[in-house]
């Protein structure tokens, strides 16, 4: 698991993307050329394989069924990211939050007696940062879920008890 973020201007970090296994990292880059500046911390141990542009693109070039994969990642990044601006441009924080949860939790989800569990550590700050929140606010409203039994935390692992509850904020 890689978390991609970059920095705000305002020197806080904002959590982009949490890439799985797997996963490409800079692919937008490769294939567009368009450079961001993007940082990317390993949340667990990780191989990275290094590979140029040119080689990655002559690759596609020499055997086009290589191309389809790529495709079918890219249109799964685009949808993440779109769906990812809908929540933000129409939802209250409550919602925001409650569609990252079911977006992680299908993203690195494994069923557990109690729920859902999210695979991946989430500090409060990242998720505020993803949901364009405020820490205090993505934590009194983690809080407020928890209380009432939607989820469950423990040492920065989100369990979704009550995914129909999290579903019924954003329909």
Same mark, same amino acid.
């Given at each position: 698991?890689?978390? +991609?973020?970059?920095? #705000?201007?305002?020197?806080?970090?904002?959590?982009?993307?949490?890439?799985?296994?797997?996963?490409?990292?800079?692919? #937008?880059?490769?294939?567009?050329?368009?450079?961001?500046?993007?940082?990317? #911390?390993?949340?667990?141990? #990780?191989?990275?394989?290094?590979?140029?542009?040119?080689?990655?693109?002559?690759?596609?070039? +020499?055997?086009?069924? +290589? +191309?389809?994969?790529?495709?079918?990642?890219?249109?799964?990044?685009?949808?993440?990211?779109?769906?990812?601006?809908?929540?933000?441009?129409?939802?209250?924080?409550?919602?925001?939050?409650?569609?990252?949860?079911?977006?992680?939790?299908?993203?690195?989800?494994?069923?557990?007696?109690?729920?859902?569990?999210?695979?991946?550590?989430?500090?409060?700050?990242?998720?505020?940062?993803?949901?364009?929140?405020?820490?205090?606010?993505?934590?009194?409203?983690?809080?407020?879920?928890?209380?009432?039994?939607?989820?469950?935390?423990?040492?920065?692992?989100?369990?979704?008890?009550?995914?129909?509850?999290?579903?019924?904020?954003?329909?």
């Amino acid at each position: 698991m890689v978390k +991609a973020y970059d920095i #705000t201007k305002y020197g806080e970090e904002n959590l982009l993307i949490i890439r799985q296994s797997g996963e490409l990292l800079g692919l #937008t880059w490769a294939i567009a050329h368009r450079e961001r500046e993007i940082i990317y #911390t390993a949340l667990a141990p #990780t191989v990275v394989w290094l590979i140029s542009r040119d080689a990655f693109l002559e690759h596609l070039h +020499a055997y086009p069924e +290589a +191309a389809v994969p790529v495709v079918s990642i890219l249109a799964d990044m685009f949808r993440l990211h779109g769906e990812r601006i809908m929540t933000l441009e129409y939802r209250t924080v409550r919602e925001r939050l409650a569609s990252f949860l079911l977006g992680m939790a299908e993203r690195f989800g494994v069923e557990s007696i109690t729920g859902v569990k999210i695979d991946v550590p989430l500090r409060h700050q990242d998720i505020a940062s993803s949901i364009s929140a405020t820490r205090e606010t993505t934590s009194r409203t983690l809080s407020e879920l928890e209380r009432k039994g939607f989820i469950t935390s423990e040492q920065s692992r989100i369990t979704i008890c009550d995914r129909g509850a999290l579903e019924d904020f954003i329909e």
